[in-house]
């Protein structure tokens, strides 16, 4: 009874974010039709956002939060980011075919009579890239320094993908170069939307070191939380130069999960994660608009709570472990300001430092990583503006 009550603070806090998000006056109206059937009856616009409803249901809560200027610009990069996604995750495609589309996809992605058939592997995806004209015709609407800036990330990560259409994620750079090309892309390009909107400071698209990590920290985090759901897929996004050092094959963890091989390699490849932290709060720390700060942190810290949820976690090697849909819920609800980023931040960094074993070899890595992502929350300096850096790519792209 006592741990009843105790918990009743959190449950209750939880259901009225949970409320709040469902009806909330911003929240995304569900939509229960098909996208082919919708097409034919809604505006562009309309359509571009049922289906940012379909294919992601997070991000579509945090994008309409955004300043209004902001929002068709975002959801507009979105999916078009989300049509490249989909050739590139098409198996049935011909290799041929696939590196033809991902690298014209930065010119078709205006083309207002764009419509792919029988590409994708799920309905929604499907669905979108056959009505892929009505997200052309909208795109065509942006202003045009909108428009420079998706068509810019778009070709870039149209490249990187046929690179690794090509090749296996072998190595550790590799694994760095995979997540900067599919989610450190989208870092630079949020930057560059956000700068040219005014809402930003105009130094802020020039950051690449800090919104390469913004997206790799993300990108390594459902990589790492969705090893189990992949294997069964027969997907492999994880370097085998990592995880070679610790099994005989990659699905071996999921046959010993609580071995202490599996716990360390899960442990080595949550800290690589971790690791990316310190970036991403120096980078909010530059965002002086609230709704686009808001926009940022929110998957930050969701992240940061699977991370710490997954750390040394053997369940993540057997099943999908996700946070609970009402602590979700209360993130999307409650975080508004670097205070409430430093206190989630500092309420993972308890739950990991918990589960820290001398058992395990690795967990002296994670006890430094936390030292520095305590040095970067606790620190009242300003991050400094850094001049543009290149991330290193191949030539032969
Ligand atoms: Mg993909």
């Given at each position: 009874?006592?741990?009843?009550?105790?918990?009743?603070?959190?449950?209750?806090?939880?259901?009225?974010?949970?409320?709040?998000?469902?009806?909330?006056?911003?929240?995304?109206?569900?939509?229960?039709?098909s996208l082919h059937?919708l097409a034919?009856?809604?505006?562009?616009?309309?359509f571009c956002?049922?289906a940012l409803?379909k294919v992601?249901?997070?991000?579509?809560?945090?994008?309409?939060?955004?300043?209004?200027?902001?929002?068709?610009?975002?959801?507009?990069?979105y999916l078009t980011l989300r049509g490249l996604d989909t050739i590139e995750d098409d198996?049935n495609l011909?290799?041929?075919q696939k590196?033809?589309l991902l690298?014209n996809f930065?010119?078709e992605c205006?083309n207002?009579k764009l419509s792919l058939k029988n590409i994708g592997d799920s309905e929604a995806y499907r669905h979108l890239i056959l009505h892929y004209y009505k997200v052309a015709?909208?795109f065509?609407?942006?202003?045009?320094?909108?428009?420079?800036?998706?068509?810019?990330?778009c070709?870039?990560?149209g490249?990187?993908?046929?690179?690794?259409?090509?090749?296996?994620?072998?190595?550790?750079?590799?694994?760095?170069?995979?997540?900067?090309?599919?989610?450190?892309?989208?870092?630079?390009?949020?930057?560059?939307?956000?700068?040219?909107?005014?809402?930003?400071?105009?130094?802020?698209?020039?950051?690449?070191?800090?919104?390469?990590?913004?997206?790799?920290?993300?990108?390594?985090?459902?990589?790492?939380?969705?090893?189990?759901?992949?294997?069964?897929?027969?997907?492999?996004?994880?370097?085998?130069?990592?995880?070679?050092?610790?099994?005989?094959?990659?699905?071996?963890?999921?046959?010993?999960?609580?071995?202490?091989?599996?716990?360390?390699?899960?442990?080595?490849?949550?800290?690589?994660?971790?690791?990316?932290?310190?970036?991403?709060?120096?980078?909010?720390?530059?965002?002086?608009?609230?709704?686009?700060?808001?926009?940022?942190?929110?998957?930050?810290?969701?992240?940061?709570?699977?991370?710490?949820?997954?750390?040394?976690?053997?369940?993540?090697?057997?099943?999908?472990?996700?946070?609970?849909?009402?602590?979700?819920?209360?993130?999307?609800?409650?975080?508004?300001?670097?205070?409430?980023?430093?206190?989630?931040?500092?309420?993972?960094?308890?739950?990991?430092?918990?589960?820290?074993?001398?058992?395990?070899?690795?967990?002296?890595?994670?006890?430094?990583?936390?030292?520095?992502?305590?040095?970067?929350?606790?620190?009242?300096?300003?991050?400094?503006?850094?001049?543009?850096?290149?991330?290193?790519?191949?030539?032969?792209?």
């Amino acid at each position: 009874m006592s741990r009843l009550l105790f918990q009743l603070p959190t449950a209750f806090s939880e259901l009225k974010a949970l409320y709040s998000l469902k009806f909330g006056s911003d929240a995304p109206k569900p939509v229960k039709e098909s996208l082919h059937v919708l097409a034919a009856e809604m505006a562009d616009m309309e359509f571009c956002y049922a289906a940012l409803d379909k294919v992601s249901r997070s991000f579509a809560v945090v994008i309409r939060q955004l300043p209004h200027e902001l929002r068709n610009p975002v959801c507009l990069f979105y999916l078009t980011l989300r049509g490249l996604d989909t050739i590139e995750d098409d198996m049935n495609l011909p290799l041929s075919q696939k590196t033809e589309l991902l690298r014209n996809f930065h010119i078709e992605c205006s083309n207002e009579k764009l419509s792919l058939k029988n590409i994708g592997d799920s309905e929604a995806y499907r669905h979108l890239i056959l009505h892929y004209y009505k997200v052309a015709r909208a795109f065509n609407q942006l202003d045009e320094k909108y428009q420079t800036v998706i068509k810019d990330i778009c070709k870039k990560m149209g490249e990187g993908m046929v690179y690794f259409a090509e090749r296996k994620v072998y190595s550790e750079a590799d694994y760095n170069l995979y997540c900067h090309y599919v989610a450190g892309l989208v870092g630079y390009g949020l930057s560059g939307l956000f700068s040219v909107s005014g809402y930003e400071d105009e130094r802020l698209q020039y950051q690449l070191r800090l919104s390469n990590e913004m997206g790799l920290m993300l990108q390594k985090t459902n990589i790492i939380r969705d090893y189990h759901e992949d294997l069964s897929e027969g997907r492999i996004f994880l370097p085998e130069e990592i995880w070679g050092e610790y099994a005989p094959s990659f699905h071996w963890f999921a046959e010993n999960p609580t071995h202490t091989n599996s716990i360390n390699c899960w442990i080595a490849l949550t800290n690589n994660a971790l690791q990316h932290i310190p970036s991403c709060i120096s980078y909010l720390k530059l965002l002086k608009n609230n709704q686009v700060f808001r926009f940022c942190a929110i998957p930050q810290i969701m992240a940061f709570a699977t991370l710490a949820e997954v750390y040394a976690n053997p369940k993540v090697l057997r099943q999908n472990v996700k946070i609970r849909k009402g602590l979700a819920a209360r993130y999307m609800v409650e975080t508004t300001s670097m205070q409430q980023v430093i206190d989630a931040a500092e309420k993972a960094l308890i739950q990991i430092e918990s589960k820290i074993n001398s058992a395990y070899s690795n967990c002296a890595e994670t006890q430094k990583i936390i030292t520095e992502i305590r040095a970067v929350l606790y620190s009242h300096n300003k991050h400094r503006w850094e001049l543009p850096e290149l991330i290193a790519e191949p030539e032969t792209v």
